[in-house]
């Protein structure tokens, strides 16, 4: 019987540059070319999205002008790289064993585009051997977090004993695009931060226990979540009905997918959810039966950081194993497709 995986150590990284949302929303002005009116209109979308600061790779008023292509995969891949390696270096600081140990690299992304792929990258930064797997993931967006981590747990059973990393970067507001006054636009502008986070998986040491993971992606909702490919970059697509379709779909899913191994929700003792916004987390609590403003972890990163796209899980997750609470961990997160991510943890 193969041995299931453990989460051997688990670390976060943010960017230097703080936004704070009181300031970004007395810019909404600027960034936008909408009247005084429409302005004052949409103003609520900062007060109301839960989010007091967030981090950036960029200063404030860069966003101020347009930027083409060229400049932001430029950005990207620079500044991703560099978080990368920073959570990367200070995940392996506390699992105790160097780069040169891991035997194979997962990095997810899907906020901006690289050939070679970032991982590549990063092994021009870090000394791991040249002979370990790496595996490349874009475009699962915010689900990524946990699809991730469900891919490197089944890589780290292939090969009992091997060292997986999940790497996890998004630098999700270099996407805003100066002069996309659309609707989506603004609430991005109201959500999205930039972070990383790093996983180490394997079958050999001690951590939390993954069990099954999963998936569902619902047929006819392609245009629910995801971006647009636009001249300048990547156009953010937002649906309204996200919060609608999490309260009337999310728990069937879910329940499927506790079904096929034996659990229901009453056997899960935490819940490690994508925080995508305020909104997003009050559909949560009701489709899984929970008490309003319960999700206090998942509120507290939302507050501290934003949407950071598929990294927040991580920093929710991380939170939530300081306390010395255990049990069994559902973590869940939505994304383009229209897809839900599912995996089990236990701490004992």
């Known amino acids: 019987m193969v041995a299931d995986p453990h989460l051997l150590a688990l670390a ?16 909404a002005p600027r960034l936008f070319d909408r009247s005084l009116s429409e302005i004052d209109r949409l103003l609520p979308t900062y007060d109301n999205a839960g989010i007091a600061t967030r981090y950036s790779c960029m200063p404030l008023d860069w966003y101020l002008e347009p930027h083409g292509w060229k400049e932001r ?3 990207f891949q620079g500044h991703g790289v560099a978080l990368m390696a920073e959570a990367a270096g200070r995940c392996l600081e506390r699992a105790g064993i160097g780069a040169s140990e891991v035997d194979a690299l997962i990095a997810v992304s899907t906020t901006g585009i690289a050939t070679p792929s970032l991982d590549a990258l990063l092994m021009e930064r870090l000394p791991f051997r040249r002979n370990l797997v790496r595996l490349p993931i874009f475009g699962l967006g915010c689900a990524g977090g946990v699809l991730g981590l469900a891919r490197g747990a089944a890589l780290a059973r ?21 002069g996309d006054n659309s609707k989506s636009n603004v609430i991005a502008s109201a959500l999205f931060g930039d972070g990383a986070a790093a996983a180490l998986v394997s ?47 999310l728990r069937e899913a ?9 659990l229901s929700l009453e056997d899960i003792d935490r819940f ?10 009050d559909a949560l609590e ?7 403003n319960a999700m206090t972890d998942a509120r507290q990163v939302l507050r501290d950081y934003g949407n950071m796209s598929a990294a927040t899980v991580l920093f929710v997750l991380e939170r939530m194993l300081l306390d010395s609470r255990r049990g069994r961990f559902l973590l869940s997160s939505l994304g383009p ?11 004992a």
Do not use: N, Y
């Open 73 to 75: 995969s430029a950005l």
């Open 203 to 249: 079958t050999a040491g001690d951590g939390p226990r993954f069990g099954p993971g999963g998936e569902h992606t619902w047929s006819d909702t392609l245009e629910i979540m995801g971006w647009h490919i636009e001249e300048d970059g990547l156009g953010v697509l937002f649906s309204r009905d996200i919060p609608a379709f999490v309260r009337s779909r």
């Open 272 to 281: 490690c959810c994508h925080p995508g916004g305020a909104k997003v987390l």
């Open 286 to 292: 009701a489709s899984f039966g929970l008490a309003p």
């Open 12 to 27: 976060t990284a943010v960017p230097s540059f703080v936004m704070r949302q009181d300031d970004i929303a007395a810019l």
């Open 337 to 347: 497709g229209f897809t839900a991510a599912f995996q089990l943890l236990s701490s």
């Open 254 to 262: 879910t329940d499927a997918f506790l079904d096929r191994h034996g």
């Open 158 to 178: 292939a090969e009992p004993g091997s060292r997986v990393l999940v790497l996890v970067t998004e630098l999700c507001a270099l996407t805003f695009r100066h």
